[in-house]
């Protein structure tokens, strides 16, 4: 079952905060989050396993809640490099495919 | 190291053709991932391989698709015969140990059938 994303797209200003968030009607194991800027491949952000354990480096971070089957990725003063389709991607807790179900993306667009 | 290799980047091709794509994955990696990505569906997983060993393929669409990955330093994904709804962006990622672990694009095949 694939995650589902919210919202679809966003514009914002730069230096303007923004959250995503993911949500999946299975148990999870883990959500890796994303980033494609067009025409290249998925960049690798952060993985977060259960345990409600909050990561980040730099200005973007994510949560991850278990209980609610929930992730959030959170820009923080964004900046233009930030543009770009964010996915996140899942494992579920029953095992399985070790490969990833991803949702349908974010679209990101930060203006000066 | 070079990270994943795939080729060709492009390939255009006429419905009914057969198309192969090729991945290298990084050097030690033991997990190789097929993806494709369309505007309609995403990303999606087709098939992964462990230790050159698939290990789930659910997610080939149909018989057309088939994979192989003959040693631990190179996939092929074919699609025979073509049709214009298998156009789309093919990925091959590789990690190193599977679950819980960083998935390495490669920089995809962008296919487009005719």
């Known amino acids: 079952q694939q995650p589902v994303q919210s919202p679809q797209a966003v514009i914002l200003r730069e230096g303007e905060d923004a959250v995503i968030n993911c949500s999946s009607s299975?148990?999870?194991?883990?959500v890796h989050w994303y980033r494609q800027k067009h025409g290249e491949a998925p960049v690798f952000l952060m993985i977060?396993?259960?345990?409600?354990e909050q990561k980040g480096h730099d200005k973007i971070s994510a949560s991850f809640n278990e209980k609610k089957q929930q992730s959030s990725l959170y820009l923080t003063a964004s900046q233009l490099s930030y543009s770009g389709t964010y996915f996140c991607?899942?494992?579920?807790?029953?095992?399985?495919?070790?490969?990833?179900?991803f949702g349908k993306g974010t679209h990101l667009i930060i203006q000066p | 190291d070079a990270g994943v290799i795939q080729s060709p980047r492009h390939e255009v091709t006429e419905m009914g053709q057969e198309v192969t794509l090729r991945c290298k994955p990084i050097s030690g990696h033991d997990y190789l991932f097929w993806y494709r990505q369309t505007m309609m569906r995403g990303l999606e997983l087709l098939i992964y391989?462990?230790?050159?060993?698939?290990?789930?393929d659910s997610g080939m669409p149909e018989d057309r698709f088939s994979a192989k990955m003959p040693n631990a330093s190179f996939s092929t994904l074919k699609i025979q015969p073509s049709e214009p709804r298998d156009s789309a962006v093919y990925f091959c990622?590789?990690?190193?140990?599977?679950?819980?672990?960083?998935?390495?694009f490669g920089p995809g095949t962008r296919l487009t059938v005719l």
């Open positions: 991607g899942t494992e579920s807790s029953g095992g399985g495919a070790d490969g990833l179900t």
């Open positions: 977060l396993l259960k345990g409600g």
């Open positions: 990622a590789s990690t190193l140990s599977g679950r819980v672990d960083t998935q390495y």
């Open positions: 391989f462990n230790n050159n060993v698939p290990i789930d």
């Open positions: 299975k148990a999870l194991y883990s």
